[in-house]
């Protein structure tokens, strides 16, 4: 037990570790040293990799991509779409294939778990079977229906006073 006992290189806190490790001097403890010097050797390494030519260029490709100038992008990206996933209706938001511009309207109120999407999916079947595995017990799909409603709600990023959320809520589904 003695020799499981080892310091931190970094901070110096001992710490237990597996008797196979026992004899390394290069541990870091398990409260944050290690993420640190994980956190860090990765930014390293993506500086390393970012500074030469290949990496240069993809970061290029990368920015482009993410910026919507590059339109040959998506259209790779929705040729390798499996068949069950429908290709997007529209190409990218910035330019369309022949170069004019498309105007997309993007709806305020975010994005709506419809009841009768969830209920129909090909996917509530084997959600419904491992939610009975992990919870042990069996449910209805309308149960793993609710729950998911309740789970995948949507919350704004602005910050309002609860009466207007209520009064947003009320315009959008009137009574």
Same mark, same amino acid.
């Given at each position: 037990?003695?020799r499981? *006992?080892?310091?931190c290189?970094? %901070?110096? #806190? ?7 490790? *026992?004899?390394? @001097? ?11 010097h @994980? @956190?860090q050797?990765?930014?390293?390494r993506?500086?390393?990799?970012? $500074? ?5 260029a993809?970061?290029?490709r990368?920015?482009?991509?993410? !910026?919507?100038? %590059?339109?040959?992008?998506? !259209?790779q990206e929705?040729?390798? /779409?499996?068949?069950?996933?429908p290709?997007? *209706?529209?190409?990218?938001p910035?330019? $369309? @294939? ?5 105007e ?5 109120a975010?994005?709506v778990?419809d ?5 129909? $999916?090909r996917?509530l079947?084997?959600?419904?079977l491992?939610? $009975?595995?992990?919870?042990? /017990? ?15 709600r949507?919350?704004?990023?602005a ?6 959320? #209520? ?9």
């Amino acid at each position: 037990m003695g020799r499981c *006992a080892v310091a931190c290189v970094h %901070c110096g #806190i001992r710490f237990l570790t597996h008797p196979r490790n *026992a004899d390394r @001097r290069n541990l870091r403890c398990p409260f944050g040293c290690r993420q640190h010097h @994980r @956190r860090q050797s990765s930014n390293q390494r993506s500086t390393a990799y970012y $500074s030469t030519a290949a990496g240069k260029a993809k970061k290029k490709r990368l920015n482009a991509r993410r !910026s919507g100038v %590059c339109s040959t992008a998506t !259209s790779q990206e929705s040729a390798q /779409l499996p068949p069950s996933v429908p290709p997007p *209706a529209e190409p990218s938001p910035a330019e $369309s @294939r022949d170069g004019s511009s498309i105007e997309v309207a993007l709806p305020l109120a975010g994005v709506v778990l419809d009841v009768s999407c969830v209920a129909s $999916s090909r996917m509530l079947p084997y959600v419904r079977l491992v939610v $009975s595995l992990v919870e042990g /017990l069996e449910v209805s799909l309308e149960e793993v229906v609710d729950w998911l409603r309740q789970a995948m709600r949507q919350h704004r990023i602005a910050w309002r006073r609860r009466a207007d959320y #209520i009064l947003a809520f009320l315009h959008q589904h009137p009574p």
